[in-house]
């Protein structure tokens, strides 16, 4: 799956290969599980809740950091689009993520991501989770600003970055 | 001490470099784009003069006499009157007043109208208006009036769309489903910008933009192709142009095909030739800004990719330049002195035929 990431970042693979290779990685895990030893075969490596901010209709972007995370042996639950800020909050709890990933596409809904790290801070909750956020009009610099632990260029950095932090 | 020039990051923050670091920031943004579309690097002597535009202490740049291109603007029409965050000066003003500004006090070679949603979908449900309106900018104006839209092809899908969402299928590793779901999504959007153009050329319109095609994958860029196919088929002496929405096309699907080659992956030196053969007379090479590395970086890197496809693209090349694209970097309302070095470099060095 490295190398599919690789392949994919580069170009030359695309999203219905990567799938299909995380298919195939499922399933040969699956048949190799009896000789592992417990736990190994069905551990995740996170729990990531990732969404798209309230007033953002854009899911594309989204979607692919979704797939990449889940087919790279994240457990992740992708909550959709246009998503209410309280419902982040709530997903959090409810799947007891250690990471969740905000993306926006427009800078007038990008203040969406500032304040559901306030409302993570509110509830006491900021401590016990990472937080990613990109989309077009994200940076490194926006990240920093509103104190984000991460900005991911592309769905393959947000992989890599995700392993950095949660690994 | 060591000189330092005032740069910036792709994130637009400021950046002091060396000529060293300049130098080496060129190489290296200019190899990357020659590693991934298998095209050649920017030579030395390029790369000099690269560095001499970057390192230009004007706060602006101009390309030297002679050398001008022509130049246009999308949805520069409401561009006067937007206020909502999208890099609009908010000043009350009609499409036609904005447009004219355009043509009359700003310069611009071609215009095109736009609708505030600048999609084609939802140009559908208010097409009289955009007829009348196009019909009263054409009275009024002499420059060539388009009229632009993205294709994006999200729209077909849930829930905004009748099509069944790829997005989540992919998620439940149902693939063959996701790829149907966009041959489909791929065929309505065909059909609707056909038929959005046919009412628009019915109105006076003088062609088309294609804005930011491939957005949604290689389904999107699908559709377009057979859309400016269809409409060159109909109105031959419509003037359309093809506009991209990245370097890469990314592959959605990943094997939809046109006209034998397979669209997913194509780099921009290999985007024109298809854009030429659907029809289209002008291609739109963008190349997007990276926000993490430096100008010189982002623009050794744009200038490399433009310059192939200049060279490989049998019509004109009239490329992005702008809020994050063409080594500009990703900002509200990019600086001066980004744009004017970007767009210079693009005209002198990629040889481009318009911006």
Known sequence: MNEVGILFERGKLFLPHVMMAAGAMEAGVALLEADLPKDAASKKLGVIVNGTVEGDVHDIGKSIVSTMLQSSGFEVHDIGRDVPLQDFIDKIKETNANMVGMSALMTTTLPGQKEVIEMLKEQGMRDGIKVMVGGAPATQAWAEKIGADCYAENASEAVSKAKELLL | ?355
Not at chain 2, 5 to 10: E, K
Not at chain 2, 48 to 74: C, F, N, W
Not at chain 2, 108 to 137: N, R, W
Not at chain 2, 166 to 191: C, N, V, W, Y
């Open chain 2, 1 to 355: 001490m060591t000189t330092e020039y005032a740069l910036r990051m792709g994130d637009g923050k400021r950046v002091f470099l060396t000529k060293e670091q300049i130098m080496a920031d060129l190489e290296e943004g200019s190899a990357d784009a020659a590693d991934l579309g298998g095209i050649p690097a920017l030579s030395g002597d390029e790369i000099d003069k690269l560095a001499e535009i970057l390192m230009t202490p004007s706060r602006m740049v101009g390309v030297e006499p002679g050398k001008e291109v022509p130049v246009t603007h999308d949805i520069g029409t409401i561009r006067i009157d937007g206020d909502q965050g999208n890099s609009g000066v908010g000043i009350p003003s009609s499409r036609l007043i904005g447009s004219m500004m355009h043509e009359r006090a700003f310069g611009a070679d071609t215009m095109e109208l736009g609708h505030i949603d600048y999609s084609f979908k939802p140009v559908k449900p208010v097409i009289a208006q955009e007829m009348q309106t196009m019909e009263v900018c054409q009275q009024n104006m002499i420059v060539p009036l388009l009229y632009g839209a993205m294709p994006n092809m999200g729209l077909y899908y849930t829930p905004d769309g009748p099509f069944e969402n790829p997005g989540d299928l992919m998620k439940a590793f149902k693939i063959k489903e996701a790829q149907e779901s966009m041959e489909h999504a791929a065929d309505h959007l065909t059909r609707d910008t056909v038929w959005i153009m046919q009412r628009l050329m019915a109105s006076g319109a003088d062609g088309v933009n294609f804005d930011t095609i491939g957005a949604a994958g290689d389904g999107d860029m699908f559709a377009s192709l057979h859309a400016i196919e269809a409409l060159r088929k109909q109105f031959p002496d419509i003037y359309i142009e093809a506009g991209m929405a990245g370097e890469l096309l990314l592959g959605l699907h990943g094997e939809m095909e046109y006209d034998g080659t397979v669209l997913a992956g194509l780099w921009p030196h290999q985007q024109a030739p298809l854009a030429a053969k659907a029809g289209a007379n002008v291609f739109g090479p963008v190349v997007n800004t990276n926000t993490s590395k430096t100008s010189p970086w982002n623009l050794g890197r744009a200038v490399t990719f433009v310059k192939a496809a200049v060279k490989d693209s049998p019509i004109p090349c009239h490329v992005n330049m702008g809020m994050g694209v063409g080594g500009i970097p990703m900002f509200e309302t990019p600086t001066i002195d980004a744009v004017s070095r970007a767009s210079k470099a693009m005209v002198e060095i990629a040889g481009v035929d318009g911006i």
